[in-house]
T-cell receptor
Framework: DSGVTQTPKHLITATGQRVTLRCSPR?????VYWYQQSLDQGLQFLIQ???????AKGNILERFSAQQFPDLHSELNLSSLELGDSALYFC?????????????FGPGTRLTVL | TQLLEQSPQFLSIQEGENLTVYCNSS?????LQWYRQEPGEGPVLLVT?????EVKKLKRLTFQFGDARKDSSLHITAAQPGDTGLYLC?????????FGTGTSLTVIP
């Protein structure tokens, strides 16, 4: 158990819909990272937040957005969903704001878009 | 084009055998990390290498960072079924974090 929690574990929805994925970091960690893992693209970095502020942005689509709240939990919002958005979405956390720091990954949310 | 290419993509071996997996790039990195991901779980950090030519050992796992800091290898001695998983290398460049294409290892009892 990494100490990072993600909900829900599974999510099935239809094209065009909007979903919200939730992540609670390890106690004391200020950074939260979001990743997408699919068979064809592998594990891709989406975005990083540090203490409520966006710190780095990777291959995140405009239809996707994220935020980190004052209690440090984070949400990833996916809208206008397409079949290709079906993937595993991981959240990770670390103590510092540098992406090099040791990241602890949650168990992931499996999103299926039908 | 992937920043980090890993080989082989798939590897299936018998328990007790030795194996080596590779992570290659045309770019130079200040450091490189190796993760293992088991089915249904998130990746777990195994090691970070920071110096060209550096060798780190973690029980039966030996990690090496290339002299030019463009590549790395992971050698497993006497593989066990518990070593089964997806092995990923990863680097930070600028403020971006990249994972390699991964090597899926299956160790057959």
């Amino acid at each position: 158990d990494s100490g990072v929690t993600q909900t829900p574990k599974h999510l099935i929805t239809a094209t065009g819909q909007r979903v919200t994925l939730r992540c609670s970091p390890r106690s004391g960690d200020l950074s939260v990272y979001w990743y997408q893992q699919s068979l064809d693209q592998g594990l891709q970095f989406l975005i990083q937040y540090y203490n409520g502020e966006e710190r780095a942005k990777g291959n995140i689509l405009e239809r996707f957005s994220a935020q980190q709240f004052p209690d440090l939990h984070s949400e990833l919002n996916l809208s206008s969903l397409e079949l290709g958005d079906s993937a595993l979405y991981f959240c990770a956390s670390s103590v510092g704001d540098r992406t090099f720091n040791e990241q602890f990954f949650g168990p992931g949310t499996r999103l299926t878009v039908l | 084009t992937q920043l980090l290419e890993q080989s082989p993509q798939f590897l299936s071996i018998q328990e007790g055998e030795n194996l080596t997996v590779y992570c290659n790039s045309s770019s130079v990195f200040s450091s490189l990390q190796w993760y293992r991901q088991e089915p249904g779980e998130g990746p777990v950090l195994l090691v970070t290498v920071v110096t060209g030519g550096e060798v780190k050992k973690l029980k039966r796992l030996t990690f090496q960072f290339g002299d030019a800091r463009k590549d790395s290898s992971l050698h497993i001695t006497a593989a066990q079924p518990g070593d089964t998983g997806l092995y990923l290398c990863a680097v930070t460049t600028g403020n971006q974090f990249y994972f390699g294409t991964g090597t899926s290892l299956t160790v057959i009892p």
